[in-house]
């Protein structure tokens, strides 16, 4: 199967299922990046996009001599929020409420689609503009309200072009990272009309007439729009405040022209206090964008007379939040500010693309995330903890410091453990290596024997694991003694 | 001063010419060297594709086969950083190994105080510093303090050197096609030096981009550090 295809069959399963699976049906990560690998135009856009943010974010965070105490400080201060994240939430919830908002509990996809859709639907509404938010796209919002007769308009302009195109996001910051720049202006010429005001004739490829047909398509969304939807970086709960941090200023719009706004947020996203806040405003800039101060910070408590939506609702995501917070290894994904440094660093990223991780949460972060939201028994899911050659890249940018090689191979025992397709061959074989390791003579006999034979070696090997190392590389040529028997013969 | 020698099962079984440069280096430079036969593997292959029960038996080898060893000396930054890393995880007896464990740069400049080694070797020579060493250990400019000492040696600078050259253990089976297009990546980029030299101090990545090298058929070949530090005018490596 293309890339392509595999793309647009994840996305028809996932509008069947429409109910936050979206990736159900995926293959698994080795199958679907083998198709990416291939597709030389993706790893040129790739390698082009990861490589010029990755390069801006390290001048960016040099600039700062307190970069070490920052990320310590973010780091500590998810730990402590999580540690007692049910007194932060209560004292969310009162200050939303006093404010004049609404919110409601959901405990998964399922649950947060309805109240959403239930909530559109009480407005009389049939349409919805949505600013960028990654908790939406997890349950599948979209698909849902479609489902429901509801159509959701993206906003952000390169979700934008991942939704006309009939894409799925490939990365967390850049959705549309994998495409460029004629891709989007096809895109566009194709496909807005169908969805609203066409693209001028004879649009070029310049960022400037891409930039221009998405505003006039957009701007007539927005002045239409009575309801809008978003998710948020932040909630401060000493004043039940959300914060949402975007450039375009185009999520600026959804959060204050319509006359209803709802939110979707996973409980892990908030934070005490505004001190606390502050940290994040340093760090997560430096380490998505490479700005120094993020463009539109957008931050509203309630309701207010006279000004913005008049309604307001929030809806607490859990969707297996509170699973990954009982892991005592895995809880540190939940510290995640969704910078996507660590895609931009990460050499299996990209190789593989966003699409081969079968989730909105991509890359390396994806790889430690989506396995613990949502559990280890799909093919998919039970690959991601291998995606990762545990270079340790990612940790080291990570500005809130999460382990991602750690809880890696935390998740690789609880994958081994469950025995899935392929792991109880493999448990036999390590058992078999990890007690001719626990026994050196019968080890030395073993080389001795590789030794002896070895002008007979072939440079490739068939069989499972064999054949996956020599279908690329040559098998080493054995040597004429192990070292133990050298040393044997000569410094004994 | 008298030292173990931990050469690791990848060098014992595939690549002992680099355990025997070792040997050479660290006897040159007026160090006793002992070979303990009880020692195998650090355990990292079964720990790293999630096989923690497995490794258990392997890491008590390990500390059993260097005790009473003030200094125990590894030509391989992975294997150290298994270790030092991920020994104290499997108790207090496990942890103590950790702080005695010394990757063979981090030994000649940190405990001899050596950087020029007396090592001659008049070649073209770029470095690929490995990311467990670079990241975990980090060996910093270790290596290339000693290369730059070398006499007669060119030492180039490889373009993305702090890339991930697509080995990761198991990684390089499970996931063939990244791997080797992550190896293909770095090879592009040591063939840009015009070296005849890929040298590393890790020998599994160097299993990995010398078996691409070969199927390739390029002109440049894969050699572990310590040999290049233990060859000399009167005795040269190869």
Redesign the interface.
Known sequence: MSDKKVRASALDEGRRSGDGRAFVGMPS??EA??EA??DTTL?ANLRHATHTIRDKRARAVAELDDWAALREAGKRIKDETLRHLDTHLLRLEAGVTDAGGTVHWAADAAEANRIVADLVRATGETEVVKVKSMATQEIGLNEHLEAEGIAAYETDLAELIVQLGEDRPSHILVPAIHRNRGEIRDIFAEKMGSWGRAAPEGLSDTPAELAEAARLHLREKFLRAKVGISGANFMVAETGTLVVVESEGNGRMCLTLPETLISVVGIEKVVPTWRDLEVFLQTLPRSSTAERMNPYTSMWTGTADEDGPRAFHLVLLDNGRTDALADEVGRQALRCIRCSACLNVC??YE??GGHAYGSVYPGPIGAILTPQLRGTTSEIDASL?????????C??VCPVAIDIPEVL?H???????EGGKGHRL??AA??A??WV??H?NV?AAG?RV?SATRKVHP?RLPGP?AR??S??????E??A????D??RKN?T | MRVALF?T?V???????T??AT?RLLERLGVE?D?P?????C?Q????????E??G??VR?TVRAFEGYEHVVVPSGSCAAMVRHHYPSFGAEAAALGPRVHELTEFLVDVLGVTDVGAYFPHKVTYHPS??GL??LGLGERPRRLLEAVKGLELVELPGA???C??????????????????ADKITNALSTGAGVLCGADNSCL??L???L??RQDPLRTLHLAEILASTEEEPWR
Not at chain 2, 166 to 177: E, L, R, S
């Open positions: 990560f080795p990046a083998h690998v291939g790893r050499p299996v190789r593989a903890p291998y995606a990762s050659s545990l270079c340790g890249a940790y080291e191979v998740l690789r025992e609880r994958v081994a453990e493999e448990k390590i058992k290596a990890s390791l626990d050196p080890l080389e590789a440079k694991g996956q190392w279908d690329h590389r040559d098998l080493p054995l040597p003694e192990p070292f133990r050298w040393w410094r | 050469v099962c060098n014992d079984a595939v690549f002992p010419s355990g025997v040997v060297v070979f036969a009880a020692q195998t593997c355990g292959p079964q720990f790293n594709t999630g096989y923690r497995e490794t038996p392997l080898r990311c467990h990241r975990m702090e890339e991930c697509g080995f990761g253990g198991t990684f390089a089976v499970k996931n063939p096609d990244v791997s080797a297009a992550m190896g299993l990995h010398g078996g691409m070969r199927r």
